[in-house]
């Protein structure tokens, strides 16, 4: 089984600790976040997005933020 949470802050919610405590496998929101951006880049600009640096940026900016 595996359970998603669509928050991305904090990396790890109170729901996916107790998914991982249950022995599920538990996923963040961060990769939607990133991926919803870089659709939203292709569609504006017709240019394929650098999907790596987007989510190296938005895990710093994350970070910047505590």
Same mark, same amino acid.
């Given at each position: +089984?595996? $359970?998603y949470d669509l928050v991305y802050t904090p990396a790890e919610t109170l729901f996916l600790r107790?998914? =991982?405590a249950a022995g599920t496998r538990g996923i963040g929101g961060l990769g939607m976040? $990133?991926?919803q951006g870089a659709a939203s880049f292709r569609l504006w600009t017709g240019v394929e997005p650098p999907i790596?640096? +987007?989510r190296r940026a938005c895990e710093k900016g994350l =970070?910047? =933020?505590r």
């Open positions: +089984m595996v $359970v107790q998914a =991982r976040l $990133v991926h790596d640096i +987007m =970070r910047s =933020r």
